[in-house]
């Protein structure tokens, strides 16, 4: 493509003081590469120190009169704003801006993203449905123009129709959207349960964007999962086996990466698919040791998952793209659940291998149950998957002695009469 059909954009964000300019400014980068993600480039950036907040338009007039002049004078269509605008924030802007601007907001421009690059048909679906609640109300106006022309970012959708920003047709769609999300939604969760039945350990492999995730899954097991270096490459997870050196068949699952300012209904959006990091036994947390911003990227990455029902699963912190580094090492504090890798060289795999071994037997604990007879048919089953020490005929039932580690006390853990100490 050359570069006059690259469309140029302005960016824009409001910092509260001067001390948050910096913090703006790293804001502001990322949403340069989620906007050439989208296959656009940024014009210029601007920030504006404001501490009271306009709602009519966020930003004061003096310069929403100055991004107006910077859109004529380059010919740009094309305003971004790097925090959510609501519809009618939008509406005013666009006004204010003359007839040509368009105004997207961080989220729009991520859901543009996923709409690109969504390839199951349960992704597909959650990107439209996450569009049409939250980026169409704000298209409203563009609807018929948008259609005719081919949309452009922040329109793209998965669907087989352009976005429809219809208000009637709207309600409709959303509702068949979402029962389609459920009826998927629950093959997801019989799937899981089958999954559940075999006692493979599940490793959710979570982190922020481009840290690396889908080169370590490959890495591990040839899944040939698209690495890419783009924002959010992966939205469907893909779930694949894996035997470690300790001779122990585990599932690794690759899962769409976070980003700082993802909204909570952006996350509740993919609820179905970040179910996978919810049903995790271990989480590997994976990072780009060589971004200086890779504390934040911790902490938003942390959030999410604690927002997803998860903070309290065991973990490891995995610091990758090593091989980039002279000493990895001194850039990272050393701790019994952290390693430091290179997907790409496969440096420090063995290291990461021994922790996920230790980490799944330290899981692992000795309980005492009492099996009913009419249900003993599953102390047979306990055989097949753990390991039994004992079985003892009593009046009661079957008193049975056993190796079980999270998924076995989930399958197990109504017969519990008492647990001991870690095996
Ligand atoms: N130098 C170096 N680059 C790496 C390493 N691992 C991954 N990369 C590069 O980092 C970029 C992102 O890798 P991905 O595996 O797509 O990252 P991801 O975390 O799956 O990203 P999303 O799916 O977008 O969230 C790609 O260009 C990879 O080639 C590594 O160990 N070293
Ligand atoms: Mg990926």
Redesign the pocket.
Known sequence: MSDEKIERAVLVSIAASSSHVRECELSLDELERLLSTAGASAFCKVIQIKESFDPRTCLGKGKVQEIAEICKNNGIGLVVFDFELSPMQIRNLEADFGGDVRVLDRSMLILDIFALHATSGEGKLQVELAQLKYSAPRLVGHGTELSRQGGGIGTRGPGESKLETDRRHLHEKINSLEARLRELEHNRSVMRAKRDRSGIPKIGIV??????????L?RITDAG??????????LDPTTRKATLPSGETVLFT?T??FIRKLPHHLVKAFKSTLDEVVYSDVLLI?S?VNDPEVGEHLRVTEEVISDLGAGDKPRIYVY?????LDNCAQHVEPREDTVM?????GYGMEELFTLISDMLSRLKKEYTLLVPYAEQACVSSMYDKYSVLSTEYLAEGVLVRVVLDERGRGLYGGYIVTSDGEV
């Open positions: 982190g922020y964007t481009n840290a690396g995730k889908s080169t370590l490959n999962v698209l690495s890419e270096d783009k924002l959010f490459a992966t690759d769409v990466g994976v780009d990758n793209k090593c091989d980039a890798i290179s997907a790409r060289t």
